[in-house]
């Protein structure tokens, strides 16, 4: 089963507007990381933010993070067309001490020009 | 430095053959991961090895198997291929506990 939630499913934007995804969780968590991918290629990993941090940022990207809603959401600002991919969040999961991440299905993200 | 690197690329079997997928992790990295990507879904994880030994298993089958070499680097193995194995199999390597994953690109195995 698949802990993380995002939402929307699919989103598509023009070049340069802000796009925000969110992503939701059922339990308790250590961190969530963000991760991209582009046409079934491998994981980019974009930031990680732990249970005690509430914010954090990365170039065009921000992250915030709720753990009383276990809930969290990606902007990415000033939209590109190469921010066209899938996007992830991951949450990782103590499972009898293995660092195990539970993956959401993910937000098709679209840039139109 | 050089990322995740993993081996094949592309593979095509048939059913009922063997594979085996290879994973080198990122230099001083001593925690290697498999997760199994089907289209359309996120990644499911099937392993997790950190200095050798084995340290979770998803909820897959026997015909899974994983191993950790001396130098980090790792094997998955897959018996008696079903149609239902065809996917992006990725490895992700990791510092240490509750650090990031970093994910090599993926071997896209095809089973015929």
């Known amino acids: 089963s698949q802990q993380g939630e995002e939402d929307p499913q699919a989103l598509s934007i023009q070049e340069g507007e802000n796009a925000t995804m969110n992503c939701s969780y059922k339990?308790?968590?250590?961190?969530l990381q963000w991760y991209r991918q582009n046409s079934g290629r491998g994981l980019v990993h974009l930031i990680l933010i732990r249970s005690n941090e509430r914010e954090k940022h990365s170039g065009r990207l921000r992250v915030t993070l709720d753990t009383s809603k276990k809930s969290s959401s990606l902007l990415i600002t000033a939209s590109r067309a190469a921010d066209t991919a899938s996007y992830f969040c991951?949450?990782?999961?103590?499972?009898?001490?293995?660092?195990?991440?539970?993956f959401g299905q993910g937000t098709r993200l679209t840039i139109n020009p | 430095d050089a990322g995740v690197t993993q081996s094949p690329t592309h593979l095509i079997k048939t059913r009922g053959q063997h594979v085996t997928l290879r994973c080198s992790p990122i230099s001083g990295h001593k925690s290697v991961s498999w997760y199994q990507q089907v289209l359309g879904q996120g990644p499911q994880f099937i392993f997790q090895y950190y200095e050798k030994e084995e340290r979770g298993r998803g909820n897959f089958p026997d015909r899974f198997s994983a191993r950790q070499f001396p130098n980090y680097s790792s094997e998955l193995n897959v018996n008696a291929l079903l149609l239902g194995d065809s996917a992006l199999y990725l490895c992700?390597?990791?510092?240490?506990?509750?650090?990031?994953?970093?994910f090599g690109p993926g071997t896209r195995l095809t089973v015929l």
């Open positions: 992700a390597s990791s510092s240490g506990f509750y650090n990031e994953q970093f």
């Open positions: 991951a949450t990782d999961a103590k499972d009898q001490g293995a660092q195990k991440l539970v």
């Open positions: 339990t308790s968590i250590n961190n």
